[in-house]
């Protein structure tokens, strides 16, 4: 629940119903559904991270079109890539501004060697800043960027060239995803001087649309509008607030009282009374996420394919849609959304069918009675509304072909720690996409590369992976397509996860709130929107 410190604020800002400006067009509060860990976007993976910084304070070398998966030019103007596809050469923006705030005054703008400290400090632990604030950078390396970028070179100011080992076909879509934000040099240096270089995660500094103002933890963060910005049409709000509120319903009801005009994360029960409220508007869009069941194939007896097949067939997926998602989710047959491009409209699902599940239980020889683990996430996420409810209908469901479904939950954060540490019999997990590449749900999930990461199956198929790691190493997209389908068929057929659903993602807002754009990567942005009268 938002803590009262933040109510103080709200009404003095004029920004509650009852205020004298609570429509105003230059200020805005999103009800956001948690606190960031911090405001340094390469050192994290979720959205909530990525809002408070990323789609804040920060600009990347390219980044993607508000509301799409196309890549367009962002701190770079254009880039050239070599015949062979191992060298990026980048075209970097003039005469843009890095934030003036009251700890830090930037004596130049934006150049060559901001990129070359953002992308250094990922690749060298022996540089001075990285060895000052040792930390990890989760992305990057799951991706295999830091075995793959051999050089950074700056041509000049403002031309600046990566040298890659292998190609690298979603090179640019990488580019463009939060992690790789850009920082400003000249601030980690005077960090550095300081002997304060954790306050990068605290006090940040970019040349994003929005200024860091202030932070209070589990309460609220504040912003001010870039007035100097390099594209001055994505900035109409002076004051961009987020309203840190954990509790959907209360949410909503911030919401309707109009002390938010943007939040997140409705609950499927509250869909219908906001649509049916005229001061509210609600888009939605078929979700670029998927809600799944993860086999750890490294346990017995899911090492057994038959015992997989069993439980995937077992599972009654349209009930878990009808009660858990009410409507609001799709039924997945695949290991991606059917939005990806290459995504292969041939594959189907086994049918719902427990006495054939009990006779594949029965020749794999696993007795009636047998106990597994399913792991049930503790969170509400864009993927899955309520885990503990679909625990309890797969528990119910795999009851009835004779296995015993025993339901763990953890912390969020140990539950992720434990699941990559290979704990999980069976586990309820998802995925959102973050960079339209099919690259980032094949290789990134199930790819032999990930199985201590997001690969939570541990499954290492050479096939599968010969497949994917071909098409993420050629730039026709045809030739891609192609591999990729052939990946899809054979994780179907072997089956380390059952697919169950696509949530709808829907987007409550005042009716006044202008310019607002759903991510298909299921992150918050405030580029070009506006409150109106």
């Not at 009262?4 to 709200?10: C, G, K, N, Q, S």
């Not at 799951?142 to 090179?171: C, H, P, R, S, W």
């Not at 508007?281 to 346990?299: D, E, R």
């Not at 052939?486 to 829907?506: C, E, F, G, N, W």
Request: charged share 20%; aromatic share 12%.
């Amino acid at each position: 629940m938002l803590k009262t410190a933040v109510i103080p604020f709200l009404v003095g800002a004029g920004l509650l119903a009852s205020a004298p400006f609570a429509h105003a067009a230059t200020n805005l509060v999103y009800c956001s559904e948690g606190s960031p860990a911090g405001f340094d976007p390469a050192q994290y993976t979720t959205g909530t991270d990525f809002d408070a910084a990323a789609e804040t304070v920060f600009n990347r070398l390219s980044q993607f079109e508000r509301g799409g998966t196309a890549v367009i030019p962002g701190l770079a103007t254009r880039w050239d890539v070599s015949p062979d596809g191992l060298s990026y050469t980048f075209h970097l923006r003039e005469g843009v501004k890095f934030h003036t705030t009251d700890y830090f005054k930037p004596t130049r703008t934006f150049n060559a060697d901001d990129v070359l400290f953002t992308f250094n400090r990922m690749l060298d632990k022996d540089m001075p800043f990285r060895k000052a604030y040792p930390t990890e950078f989760p992305y990057f390396t799951d991706m295999g960027m830091d075995a793959n970028i051999t050089q950074i070179e700056k041509i000049d100011d403002y031309t600046v060239k990566f040298v890659l080992k292998t190609v690298d076909a979603a090179f640019i879509q990488n580019m463009a995803m939060s992690f790789a934000s850009i920082q400003s040099a000249e601030y980690a240096a005077q960090l550095l001087k300081q002997g304060k270089p954790a306050d990068l995660n605290q006090k940040p500094i970019g040349t994003g649309p929005f200024v860091f103002s202030r932070y209070q933890k589990d309460a609220q963060i504040r912003y001010k509008g870039n007035t100097e910005y390099w594209n001055p049409a994505d900035v109409k709000i002076d004051n961009l607030i987020f309203a840190i509120t954990t509790d959907a319903s209360v949410r909503m009801q911030k919401l309707r009282k109009n002390e938010c005009q943007v939040t997140a994360y409705p609950r499927p029960a509250d869909i219908k009374p906001l649509e049916a409220d005229k001061s509210l508007q609600m888009p939605n869009q078929a979700g670029f996420n998927l809600g799944y069941i993860s086999y750890n194939v490294t346990h017995k007896p899911l090492d057994q394919l038959k015992v997989r097949q069993a439980l995937d067939m077992a599972v009654n997926k349209q009930q878990i849609i009808d009660s858990v998602y009410q409507g609001a989710g799709q039924l997945a047959v695949n290991g991606m959304p059917p939005t990806q491009w290459s995504y292969d409209t041939t594959i189907k699902d086994a049918a719902y069918d427990p006495e054939k599940a009990k006779q594949l239980l029965k020749e794999a020889g696993v007795k009636e009675g047998t106990e597994i683990t399913l792991w049930a996430m503790p969170v509400q996420r864009p993927y899955n509304p309520n885990a503990k409810l679909m625990a309890e209908m797969l528990q119910s469901d795999w009851a009835k072909v004779g296995i015993k479904a025993k339901i763990v939950s953890y912390e969020w954060g140990e539950y992720i720690k434990r699941a990559k540490a290979g704990e999980t019999d069976a586990m309820l997990i998802g995925w959102s996409g973050d960079n339209g590449d099919p690259d980032n749900w094949l290789g990134v999930l199930f790819g032999c590369d990930a199985v201590n990461g997001n690969n939570f199956a541990k499954w290492c198929d050479p096939q599968f992976d010969k497949l994917i790691k071909a098409a993420k190493a050629t730039t026709d997209q045809a030739q891609r397509t192609d591999l990729y389908k052939q990946a899809q068929h054979r994780l179907k057929d072997q089956v380390p996860m059952t697919p169950i659903a696509h949530s709808t993602v829907y987007q409550p807002m005042r009716a006044n709130v202008e310019g607002f754009k759903i991510s298909p990567f299921g992150l918050n942005s405030f580029y070009g929107v506006s409150v109106g009268k």
